[in-house]
């Protein structure tokens, strides 16, 4: 699993870089354009907000779990648009001390290890990108991914009462990954063995789920599926869109990339892993799908 480090790794050294690009409360998943792309960016992280409130069946006065709760993007919709009231879990340390900072009742807490004891019961949970990051490779090769990801519904399923609902939205193996021993990051740049071993060196500790069958097997027999839709050509357009706004111009932004450039060796490090769009290419090539998926507590 990604624990705390890789997350600050991945999140935390990007924290006001990403706040000043993407917003103080920007998404950091997936938007929902439905295919319809002369929506901005915000609105469509918005439709995806209201879309998760309906389906949810949440409304003033409910009470939710964010698991993986980024910088708060639905907490804050949840609360200002919608009335609910809505507790975040994180790894990242920047996130949470941000996210507090604009008054989100925000944890650094591992979302897989919550138990009623800790916050009592919700009326609907959200995970947003966070289910990436449950199972590493370690693990996978150990043959614990499926394990883990059934441990993940069991604690889900204990915060919520029957005909409670979750929203996950995650990434997975599309059907041209190529096996995990063929990935090689002195194979042909732009080859799939060596776009994929720029994912891992990008998400430290993260391997996805073969498929929406695996997440959805592994949520039963605790949840049915209610809805599912790919998200992978909406994520395709949300990459380029915030390809545009990382590089947009601002002195505070830029004085502060290039600071951290010299000072920071993660950041040098996470820079040089991000020079190709790894992430665009395996969504275009389907060695990556993209899932929003509703499940309800039998
Ligand atoms: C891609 S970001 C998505 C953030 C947010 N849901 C959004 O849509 O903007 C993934 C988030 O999952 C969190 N995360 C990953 N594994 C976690 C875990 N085991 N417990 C709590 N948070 C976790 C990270 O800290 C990060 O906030």
């Known amino acids: 699993m990604a624990g705390k480090a890789e997350m600050d790794f991945t999140y935390s050294s990007l924290d006001q870089i990403f ?14 354009y439905d295919g319809n792309f ?19 069946r949440i ?22 648009e919608a009335g609910i009231h809505c507790i975040g879990l994180t790894l ?60 993940f519904f069991k604690t889900v399923s204990q915060l919520l009462p029957v005909g409670g609902r979750c929203y996950l939205q ?7 990954m190529i096996p995990y021993e063929d990935i090689d990051s002195k194979a042909d740049p732009y080859s799939d063995a060596y776009i994929m071993s720029l994912m891992l060196k990008q998400f430290p500790g993260s391997w996805l789920p073969y498929g929406s069958e695996m ?8 949840f049915k599926l209610i809805n599912i839709s790919s998200g992978r050509l909406d994520y395709i357009e949300t990459l380029r869109q915030w390809k545009k706004r990382f590089k ?15 000072t920071d060796k993660a950041f040098r490090h996470k820079v040089a892993v991000f020079g ?16 929003r998926m509703v499940f309800e507590k039998v």
Not at 170 to 176: D, H, L
């Open 248 to 262: 947009r111009f601002s002195l505070k932004k830029y004085s502060l990339y290039f600071r951290k450039f010299i």
């Open 170 to 176: 995650t990434m997975v193996f599309g059907k041209n």
């Open 92 to 151: 990242s340390e920047g996130q949470a001390q941000s996210c507090r900072q604009k008054g989100m009742e925000v944890y650094l807490k591992d979302c897989r290890t919550v138990t009623p004891e800790d916050f009592g019961t919700f009326d609907g949970v959200v995970s947003l990108g966070a289910f990436e990051h449950f199972c590493s490779v370690e693990d996978y090769q150990a043959g614990r991914q499926r394990e883990i990801y059934h441990a």
């Open 19 to 32: 706040r000043l690009s993407i917003g103080e409360t920007g998404d950091y998943s997936g938007a929902k």
């Open 38 to 56: 002369s929506l901005t960016l915000e609105e469509a992280q918005r439709a995806k907000h209201a879309y998760i409130v309906e389906q949810l």
């Open 59 to 80: 409304g003033p006065g409910s009470k939710v779990l964010d698991m993986g709760c980024g910088w708060g993007p639905f907490i804050r919709y949840a609360k200002e």
């Open 215 to 222: 997440v959805i097997r592994e949520a039963e027999p605790m």
């Open 276 to 291: 190709i769009d790894a992430n665009k290419i395996c969504f275009e090539r389907e060695l990556m799908e993209h899932y």
